[in-house]
Nanobody
Framework: QVQLVESGGGLVQPGGSLRLSCAAS????????MAWFRQAPGKEREFVGV????????YYADSVKGRFTISRDNAKNMVYLQMNILKPEDTAVYYC??????????????????WGLGTQVTVSS
């Protein structure tokens, strides 16, 4: 049984940092690309970034490029999202997802087979 569990969310002031973690079990972790998506109230779920299974290449949404960094530890079945210079518009529920998308579809949520339940990130003063 595949399980993804996010942690690390919380309340942070604008300009602050948070690191989200996602623990995976029940999957051959190294074979999956691991992505982060987010969903703000009243908005559709949107792609944040992904780290590929092969080679560990990373790709990010323009809105977070230069501020967010994704990394993975295949030995621990963990993926991380380091978020810096946080803005109020980053407020959302953040989801971890595992899948095998082709490169041109890494931002498409339907390409991911497994999802966590999400962790809330609130950026507010």
């Amino acid at each position: 049984q595949v399980q993804l569990v996010e942690s690390g969310g919380g309340l942070v002031q604008p300009g602050g940092s948070l690191r989200l973690s996602c623990a995976a079990s029940g999957v051959t972790f190294s074979r999956y690309s691991m992505a982060w998506f987010r969903q703000a109230p009243g908005k559709e779920r949107e792609f944040v970034g992904v780290i590929r299974s092969s080679g560990g290449s990373t790709y990010y949404a323009d809105s977070v490029k230069g501020r967010f960094t994704i990394s993975r530890d295949n030995a621990k079945n963990m993926v991380y999202l380091q978020m810096n210079i946080l803005k109020p518009e980053d407020t959302a529920v953040y989801y971890c997802a595992a899948g095998t998308p082709i490169l041109s579809a890494v931002a498409v949520s339907s390409m991911y087979h497994h999802w966590g339940l999400g962790t809330q990130v609130t950026v507010s003063s």
